[in-house]
């Protein structure tokens, strides 16, 4: 058994982007020690998160659309009557959602579905320069 | 410290259907080698998920009724204008809850409360073959 | 690699208290004999959540309403039916959000972003004295 650590950097241009980073995951996962395990992700961050979808484009659209009709960006923040950042959605979004995932992996393979991908959400308002940490655990 | 793998199938008929899987992974966990760990649970696919809930007929009505309220299902996808196979709402549901879940246990016994139980939740729109990948780490 | 397990004892007034856990976490972290891993965190309940938010005032505030804006307490539950306790939005809330959270470490130092703190989210109607339990892995 042993505990493998990792980073994966991703640079966002915009609110509501959504970044497959699956491809980086499954890199670190096949040069690492590890046969068997899970993968944990987690975002240090308090305006992005982490999830799975379908990566294509119709649900890239859909999945901010649902989140802007559920927490408007034009609702009434208290967060924004104190710091006046224009991000008090990005921050209940991101609690929503959560900054943390965990994959199993297999033979070194991702036990993903077919047409699942792991994915990093910007919630935040301006572009951003991010870290993910990946730690993976097994033997 | 060892890691163990194993799979939970499950058999759904309809959207919304909330199935109770506690007992199936208290068995994966007795029957292992690991006495004290972190039992691990991931669904392989973007139109289900993993949560945990009081599991009575008032809240398996309940939870769906609010996310058909959230994630209305004859709402506007453009998923559905590219594919038109009916479930934009399921994967937006799906990528909201989550496929994971981690729940920790001690002497072989899941340590969830009295009126908590592990839940797999399927928001596709046609009864569907399912496997949860269930991963146990401890020692 | 070894497997530590502990609890964090929280006492709740009412509901959509958000209590910062991150000191208590970080002290069973610094105070373990684990360098480097994850730490994972659960509820034993159905009307409590885990996430993590930047700790202040407003969001302390927006996160609450938005959560009534979307599972409204006032709204027609099942759960509220049958069990006439008042908590039906609570449980639905709880199994929104999700019982579990995992945050790695590294030097026995948590890897939260600077705004970031992990939370306790109580949902239900009434003041509780909660427990979370606590598993660190790694090595």
Do not use: C
Request: net charge negative.
């Amino acid at each position: 058994m042993t505990v493998e650590s990792h980073i994966v950097r991703v640079e966002t241009q915009r609110e509501g982007e959504i970044l497959d980073i699956t491809h980086q995951v499954q890199t670190i996962v096949e040069n690492g020690t590890i046969k068997n395990g899970v993968v944990f992700l987690f975002v240090p961050g308090s305006t992005a998160a982490l999830t799975t979808i379908e990566y294509e484009p119709g649900l890239l659209a859909d999945f901010p659309s649902i989140l802007e009709r559920m927490v408007p960006r034009n609702g009434s923040y208290e967060h924004e009557r104190r710091w006046h950042d224009g991000n008090g959605h990005s921050h209940v979004r991101a609690s929503l959602i959560g900054p943390d995932i965990s994959v199993p992996f297999e033979g070194k393979k991702l036990m993903l579905g077919t047409w699942q991908q792991i994915v990093f959400v910007e919630f935040d308002v301006r572009p951003r320069d991010r870290t993910v940490i990946v730690h993976s655990i097994g033997e």
